[in-house]
Structures are given as C-alpha cells and as structure tokens.
C-alpha cells in the first residue's frame, strides 16, 4: 500500500462545475495536509494547507480533512480550463524528519 | 526574481559524465530538499538536509550525492550519469517549524544520451 494514494485520473469535469479531488493517506500519526497544482513541465505550487479536521477554504478551493478516516479532499468551485492541471496530494510523516510524502496525483481536466 | 533558483533549467549530456544542478534561495529556509519527477511515479525524494551540518539520503540517494555549501546553496550531483538518470529534478525548500509546506524551484529539465 503506498503512504499516499490518488486516482491518477483523468478527473474530466466541464467548465464552471465543482471538481473533487480525493486523497488517502496510511501514516495515522500524519497532522499536515497539502494540496499542489502542477502544470505539465512546471514545478509544484502550493494552493492549500489544512492542519485540523474540518473545511477550509480560499476563495475557489476548499479542502477537508478527516483523520479518522485518514483521507483528504480537494473542491473546486466553479471550474475554469485554467484549473486543468495534476493536483498532488502531500502529507507529513510523523518520524523526526518531518519530510512530506507526495501522492502521484489526479489530473483535472476542465472542458470549456 | 524566483524565491528558490535551480541551475541549468535544462541540460544535455552524455553517459558517464559528471554533472552538477545547483539550487539557491533568498527564503531564509534551514530545510532544502532535492527531488527527481519521472512520468507515472511522482516526486521521490533524492536527499534532505535540515542545516549546514545535516545531510540525510532520500527513498532513490543511489547514483546521487549532494553538498550544503550554505544556508541557502544545496547543490545535488552525479558522479558518472546514465540514462535512466534523465528525469525532472527539482529543489525545494522549508521552514524549520513542524508541518510547513514545502516551496520548490522551476526544476532542472536533464537529459542522459
């Protein structure tokens, strides 16, 4: 079982729908939780971060986070052709070296 | 100008040569972090270093080494390169506190003939 798990997609959705991105991770002891975009041939871009149980939200996106069932989710609200890119989940380990465990990630697809 | 800077943003090069991708940043971050991308497998990680003095392989540090220079210089090597070193590599950074995001360059595009 791999620490961090994504549908590599692709997520198809058309333009102006909600689009939801799902991510599992294995490591209970995990307490930080991100969400990248990448476009293809670009780096990583950090669009959310959540640490506690619950929503949170930034303008288009909103992520939430459900420890008990060890899984992350990304919404994004009204969609945009501009949004199609690969979304990486990433996920802390609680050993000492606090490094972030990447899923492969979900491409997102947004027909206009 | 970019926060983290990676250096070539693309390279060409025979087997067997040695290679050199630097990494510099105006972040202020103790942590720096060298990743390779490759289609369908996603990032791995090559090797960490949390100070000057601490210096950690990754899941794939075989065929790699790296050098701390500075705070903010983190340059990743290899020794004798083969092709199935040809890959995305990127480097990124973080503050010292627990749980904070990592920030990573534009990458360096390599390419192993």
């Known amino acids: 079982q791999k620490e961090v798990e994504q549908n590599s997609g692709p997520l198809s959705v058309p333009e102006g729908a909600i689009a939801s991105l799902n991510c599992t991770y294995s490591d209970r002891g995990s307490q930080s939780f991100f969400w990248y975009r990448q476009y293809s041939g670009k780096s990583p871009e950090l669009i959310m971060f959540?640490?506690?149980?619950g929503d949170k939200e930034d303008g288009r996106f909103t992520a939430q986070l459900n420890k008990a069932s060890q899984y992350v989710s990304l919404l994004i609200r009204d969609s945009q052709p501009s949004d199609s890119a690969t979304y990486l989940c990433?996920?802390?380990?609680?050993?000492?070296?606090?490094?972030?465990?990447f899923g492969s990630g979900t491409r997102l697809l947004v027909r206009p | 100008d970019a926060d983290v800077t990676q250096t070539p943003r693309n390279r060409i090069t025979k087997t067997g040569k040695r290679i050199m991708l630097e990494c510099s940043q105006t972040k202020g971050h103790d942590r720096m972090y060298w990743y390779r991308q490759d289609p369908g497998l996603g990032l791995r990680l090559i090797y960490y270093?949390?100070?000057?003095?601490?210096?950690n392989k990754g899941e794939i540090s075989d065929g790699y080494s790296v050098s701390r220079q500075a705070q903010a210089k983190f340059s990743l090597s290899l020794e004798s390169a083969i092709p199935n070193q040809t890959a995305l590599y990127f480097c990124a950074t973080s503050d010292r506190r627990k749980g904070q995001p990592q920030h990573f360059g534009d990458g360096t595009r390599l390419s192993i003939l």
């Open positions: 990433a996920v802390t380990r609680m050993d000492s070296s606090y490094k972030l465990i």
């Open positions: 270093s949390f100070d000057v003095k601490d210096i």
């Open positions: 959540i640490y506690s149980n």
